[in-house]
């Protein structure tokens, strides 16, 4: 009898672990992952006004090199939160394999109890980010390759491509009102811009349904696609600021 409540409470301790993980994690790691990305944009932001208003130097480049220090560090936060549901799932199905074999062996001594699960996470997941590379985290490869285009173009050495590239990242027209973004948001899926009332009014709305409205571009979007662009809010800002001094 003792050996069966024992089980049961094991079983019980995980399973409500397990539940208030689910009901928090999700929720948890949509607004840590939203912090994340602004913190990526603002230090896309500073770097764009290291390699327009520093000049070329031992200044700037270690500015710089700060810079992509705390972009790597975000990028590994976000492994983190990638790896961290998978890596509680498996605890899970583990604990309750070793539960089963315990109950099922005449012999095996009784599981311990208060087992620290969180301990025991935090132990996995500091092993899984020490055994990663970041620099082979896609957030932190486009960033590099974006404020490289940035140097490039402020040091004269771009080529076509990169002046290509900076130009459209200062389109500042909303595809659907044909008018100045407003309140700007970046599709995660294509990176097309757009203002957010406009778009979520096409999402709800709108004729092509969740389509992008990017002519030729074929992805398909929802409310959860679409992010705030401080980039583009920021230009947006400083376009206006320009208009209004002349």
């Known amino acids: 009898m003792t050996k069966i409540t024992s089980h049961n409470e ?108 969180q301990a025991i996470l935090c132990e996995k997941v500091a092993s899984a980010i020490k055994n990663h590379n970041v620099k082979d985290h896609e957030k932190l490869k486009d960033y590099t390759k974006k404020v490289k285009r940035l140097i490039n173009v402020a040091d004269g050495t771009g080529d076509d491509d990169d002046l290509m590239v900076t130009e459209e990242s200062e389109n500042l027209l909303d595809p659907l009102s044909k008018t100045e973004l407003v309140d700007p948001v970046i599709s995660i899926k294509c990176r097309h811009r757009f203002s957010r009332k406009t778009i979520m009014e096409h999402l709800t709305h709108g004729r092509h349904g969740s389509q992008c409205p990017y002519v030729g571009c074929k992805a398909k979007l929802t409310p959860d696609d679409l992010e705030d662009d401080l980039i583009a809010a920021q230009i947006v800002k400083r376009s206006q600021y320009q208009r209004q001094l002349h």
């Open 10 to 117: 094991d079983l019980l301790c995980i399973a409500m672990f397990n539940l208030i993980l689910s009901l928090t994690m999700d929720d948890i790691i949509k607004k840590e992952k939203e912090s994340l990305r602004h913190g990526i944009q603002e230090a896309y932001l500073c770097a764009e006004f290291l390699t327009k208003y520093v000049e070329k130097g031992n200044e700037r480049d270690t500015h710089l090199k700060n810079l992509e220090g705390l972009v790597q560090n975000y990028c590994l936060l976000d492994y983190h939160l990638d790896i961290r549901p998978g890596l509680v799932a498996r605890m899970s199905q583990d604990e309750n394999k070793k539960i089963a074999q315990k109950e099922n062996s005449e012999t095996a001594e009784l599981p311990e109890g208060n087992t620290n699960y």
